[in-house]
């Protein structure tokens, strides 16, 4: 059963930065597509940002309100997905979760992915 840790979430200003970490513990981590998901009070989780399994070209996906702003990556030798937040604004405000799956569900399905972290608080306030 592969286990998610998020890391790295806090309060911040507005036009602030936040690293967030999502460490697995399969040594099979590379082959598994990884997302970041956000759920503000109120609203629906939605799609941040997924990368693909290594054998997938490591290939991206950004939601429209972060493009420019936020950068997934992957550190398979640490198991760890990252995501560099920069430019925050209040309505980045959420829990951030990452979770991960096989078989490569759409981004904006955060329904079909399979394995998901606790979350962690990100705020963005003055």
């Known amino acids: 059963q592969l286990q998610l840790v998020e890391s790295g979430g806090g309060l911040v200003q507005p036009g602030g930065s936040l690293r967030l970490s999502c460490a697995a513990s399969?040594?099979?981590?590379?082959?598994?597509?990884i997302g970041w998901f956000r759920q503000a009070p109120g609203k629906e989780r939605e799609g941040v940002s997924c990368?693909?399994?290594?054998?997938?070209?490591?290939?991206?996906y950004y939601a429209d309100s972060v493009k420019g702003r936020f950068t997934i990556s992957r550190d398979n030798a640490k198991n760890t997905v990252y995501l560099q937040m920069n430019s925050l604004k209040p309505e980045d405000t959420a829990v951030y979760y990452c979770?991960?799956?096989?078989?490569?569900?759409?981004?904006?399905?955060?329904?079909?992915?399979?394995?998901w972290g606790q979350g962690t608080q990100v705020t963005v306030s003055s």
């Open positions: 979770a991960a799956d096989v078989h490569g569900p759409p981004c904006v399905e955060a329904l079909l992915w399979d394995y």
């Open positions: 399969d040594v099979t981590f590379a082959y598994y597509d």
């Open positions: 990368i693909s399994a290594s054998d997938n070209s490591n290939s991206t």
